[in-house]
């Protein structure tokens, strides 16, 4: 994404007119002046009773909320319509008027924002965002690695010769396999993977699959 990525946030009251709404909001005439605008197509997405309308702009976002809160008027139904921004750094949207931020100290701080609220999230849910999985050669060396891991305070868990290590962010991650590359035995592997995209349970059984061929 860039750095001026905006969505309008459609939440409605009525969860069952959910999908009428999406569909009232893609197949809506507008004038020339609108189109304009709106600088092309929104994209507009369906969660339940939220809607998302993606813009390309500021005006072009500020236009697609006009013509959202329009629609809830027409068709009498109640919710509420909101512009958000896409922060890179936080990897959250944030309210339209929350500034991006401007220098390396405040995208720093905003990177540190958002790791403590991932593993405050982890401390409730249980679950990382990303995992870096590390394949050492032999069951010997897991054990030895763990425990190196682990007297640095990276929360390690190992299944026989893997190991797994929770990383909040995708960064973190990134961090983390660098520093389990350059002190790792000779012949060890590590990838990274999201969590809803790389289980572990899948990626033993694979590597389990893959040695018995």
């Known amino acids: 994404m860039t750095n001026d990525e905006r969505r309008v946030e459609v939440d409605l009251d009525d969860e069952e007119y959910g999908f009428e709404f999406a569909e009232r909001i893609r197949a809506l005439d507008l ?22 309308l993606y813009a390309t702009s500021e005006e072009a976002a500020r236009e697609a909320e006009r013509v959202a809160r329009e629609l809830l008027e027409a068709e009498d139904v109640s919710g509420s319509v909101r512009v958000t921004r896409w922060h890179p750094d936080a ?3 944030l309210d339209a008027s929350v500034p991006l931020p401007q220098t ?7 990177r540190r924002r958002h790791e403590a609220a991932e593993i405050a999230e982890v401390a ?27 007297a640095e305070g990276l ?14 962010t995708d960064e973190r991650a990134e961090e983390i396999a660098a520093k389990v590359r350059a002190t790792a ?8 993977g999201a969590t809803e995209l790389q289980h572990p349970v899948f990626v033993f059984f694979g590597s389990a699959l893959d040695r018995l061929r």
């Open 31 to 52: 004038d020339e002046e609108a189109r304009k605008r709106l600088g092309g197509n929104v994209t507009v997405t369906r969660a339940g009773s939220r809607m998302f």
């Open 91 to 93: 990897e959250e949207w």
């Open 104 to 110: 390396e100290d405040q995208r720093e701080a905003e």
């Open 124 to 150: 409730e849910e249980g679950v990382w965002d990303y995992q870096v999985h590390v394949d050492p050669p032999g069951h010997r060396e897991a054990v030895e690695l763990e425990e190196n891991l682990k």
């Open 155 to 168: 929360p390690v868990s190992r299944r026989w010769k893997h190991l797994t290590i929770g990383a909040p």
């Open 185 to 192: 035995p000779e012949g060890t592997e590590v990838t990274i």
